[in-house]
Nanobody
Framework: QVQLVESGGGLVQAGGSLRLSCAAS????????MAWFRQAPGKEREFVAA????????YYADSVKGRFTISRENAKNTVYLQMNSLKPEDTAVYYC????????????????WGQGTQVTVSS
């Protein structure tokens, strides 16, 4: 069982930066693949980034590649999403997700989800 709690969202101007954190409970965090998704009003939840359990490999949606960076600190049971050069279209609720299997960007495959944190980017 894994519980996930996101933090770090807020209001930022276009071009600014935010760092989201996702704190996980449980002693086996290091064995979970982690990902970030987002959901804008009226839209489906979409994949943002994922990271393997070791942190050795990362994957990104084309829309955020080069601007966002996913990372993790297994000793702190935490995964991060550094978001730079933010755009108004990045406005959404951001969720972290965890699974013991590598499921990549499949939103329907992750077993554990956080409650989400709101990110609003003003133009």
């Amino acid at each position: 069982q894994v519980q996930l709690v996101e933090s770090g969202g807020g209001l930022v101007q276009a071009g600014g930066s935010l760092r989201l954190s996702c704190a996980a409970s449980g002693r086996t965090f290091s064995r979970y693949y982690m990902a970030w998704f987002r959901q804008a009003p009226g839209k489906e939840r979409e994949f943002v980034a994922a990271i393997t359990w070791s942190g050795g490999s990362t994957y990104y949606a084309d829309s955020v590649k080069g601007r966002f960076t996913i990372s993790r600190e297994n000793a702190k049971n935490t995964v991060y999403l550094q978001m730079n050069s933010l755009k108004p279209e990045d406005t959404a609720v951001y969720y972290c997700a965890a699974d013991q299997a590598w499921v990549g960007g499949r939103v329907d495959a992750y077993e554990y989800w956080g409650q989400g944190t709101q990110v609003t980017v003003s133009s």
